[in-house]
């Protein structure tokens, strides 16, 4: 009786949507995904580039995004500085990670508008891209950069229209955040996937051709443009790599450990318990789909095939960090793991009617998990951030006594006293979403300490820190509690978290 209820209750519910027009199905999407970020509004801190782009304005060229900086400009209205234009580029780059799902789904041939809706809020509430959001300057370029991955496949069935689509959106992807070019590629592979079992093997040629072509076009169009605009990237061992290199093994094995540490933060969490839910009931709506296949010749090589394009998506998934020189491991690089939840989405809804309710409901506990993420990471923003002011309000007063010191962080910032609920053994992602600033010679940690500008700017590392510190204990103390331990010997201030 209860199991007709819950049956009833969806089915009603997905009656109601499917009276919903298109237009009324994105207002509710954007309605689920305002209150999804509400949190991290709320909470209003800085991730730190934003800090130094409030102050400063710079864009995005250093880093070879030019189109980043473009568009920013372009929405600031002016052309001296970028304004972030928080908190309503946040709620849209938001509404953008859904309608990437929307329409990448639809374009696959899926109408049902709860499994629209279901797959909108995959991508929107994927634990990893929920750093993307928190950045008030930067979420907006890479969220439209991820949703212009999925926006030529809208023409995929139109192969000219599809190859100049794809070679404009690609130039744009490369010129917004070079990293969701991969995104493509794993989009492709669900296009090639459903062809594959169309039997248009004529379709499959000619398209991944043309998608490959464009692919190529596309980043030679774009490094073409970096010359002709004068654009040299800083941080060039960003863009180099591994191949040619002597020790390439062990390069590549510390790559895969720090890629695993980044994946098990969520994985292994109370958020596997979901997880494994999807995994199994991929299997069952594999195993369902298989089983209503004729079985000819043909199946053998559809399925070596399927499985082949599924292990590169998998591949592609780990990110570029895997093979390049300064691999940066940081939640938003794992933007494909959102499209390897959208495939488990495809295979669950594969399961037979019969069983409908089951995969409607799969994805609820993951979807879920994704709110209560973003509800403890605004909490924890919120409490760090003023924990990290409280900090320096403490050192301003002895610190102001002297011109521009140069600060000097010697340890490591504690969490602060009101995070102590949340837990590495408990949300450990949390940590990785939330990173501490203040710590040893990360670079970020002068520019927290220093938010309100009371001391220089300067960067002291290499050789000349390790002379400071060698030093520090002949620095007066000018301060010590349970904190830290303040020192100051001009130009040199020196803070040791205890």
Not at 129 to 144: A, G, Q, R, V, W
Not at 327 to 343: C, D, E, N, Q, T
Not at 432 to 450: Q, V
Request: net charge positive; aromatic share 18%; proline share 3%.
């Amino acid at each position: 009786m209860t199991s007709n209820y819950i049956r009833n209750c969806f089915t009603s519910n997905q009656f109601f949507l499917e009276k919903l027009s298109y237009k009324k199905v994105l207002l509710l999407l954007f309605a689920i995904c305002f209150l999804y970020i509400l949190p991290i509004i709320l909470a209003n801190t800085f991730y730190i580039d934003d800090m130094n782009r409030t102050v400063e304005g710079y864009n995005w060229n250093r880093d070879g995004r030019f189109m980043s900086s473009n568009i920013m400009h372009l929405l600031s209205s002016q052309l001296e500085v970028v304004y972030s234009l928080f908190p309503y580029s946040t709620i849209l780059s938001t509404f953008f990670l859904a309608l990437t799902g929307f329409v990448l789904t639809y374009s696959l041939g899926i109408k049902n508008k709860f499994h629209l809706i279901t797959a909108s809020l995959i991508v929107a509430t994927c634990p990893f891209l929920l750093e993307i959001l928190t950045y008030k300057f930067d979420c907006l370029p890479i969220s439209l950069s991820i949703l212009f991955a999925v926006l030529p496949f809208l023409l995929y069935q139109y192969k000219v229209r599809f190859f100049i689509a794809s070679f404009l959106f690609l130039y744009l992807i490369f010129g917004l955040y070079q990293t969701t070019a991969l995104s493509y590629a794993m989009v492709l592979c669900f296009f090639l996937i459903k062809d594959i079992w169309s039997l248009r093997y004529k379709h499959i040629l000619i398209n991944g051709s043309l998608a490959l072509i464009a692919f190529v076009l596309a980043f030679f169009y774009y490094q073409y443009r970096l010359g002709q605009l004068g654009i040299e990237m800083v941080d060039t061992q960003r863009s180099e790599f591994i191949f040619s290199t002597p020790n390439f093994k062990e390069l590549l094995n510390e790559r895969w450990e720090g890629y695993k540490m980044l994946l098990f933060s969520l994985i292994k969490s109370s958020f596997r318990y979901a997880f494994y839910i999807v995994c199994i009931s991929s299997i069952v709506g594999i195993t369902a789909f298989l089983i209503k296949q004729k079985f000819t010749k043909k199946i053998i090589l559809q399925i070596l095939g399927s499985v082949l394009l599924i292990a590169f998506v998998l591949l592609l998934s780990v990110s570029i960090n895997l093979v390049v020189m300064e691999p940066r491991w940081s939640p938003r690089s794992l933007i494909g793991y959102a499209f390897v939840l959208l495939m488990c989405f495809y295979a669950v809804i594969q399961i037979p009617r019969k069983v409908e309710i089951l995969s409607n409901i799969v994805f609820i506990p993951i979807i879920y998990y994704s709110f209560l993420i973003s509800s403890q990471l605004g909490i924890f923003l919120k409490n760090q951030d003023e924990y990290s002011d409280f900090i320096s309000s403490m050192i301003a007063p002895e610190v102001l006594k002297h011109k521009d010191l140069k600060l000097i962080i010697d340890g490591s910032i504690q969490y602060a006293p009101r995070n102590a609920t949340v837990k590495n053994e408990t949300m450990p992602l949390i940590f990785k979403l939330a990173p501490l600033y203040e710590h040893y010679e990360f670079y970020w940690g002068i520019i927290r300490m220093n938010k309100y500008g009371i001391m220089s700017n300067t960067y002291v590392f290499g050789e000349e820190r390790t002379k400071v510190l060698s030093n520090k204990e002949t620095f007066p103390t000018i301060q010590e509690n349970k904190y830290y331990t303040l020192r100051i010997q001009p130009p040199y201030a020196v803070i040791t978290f205890h």
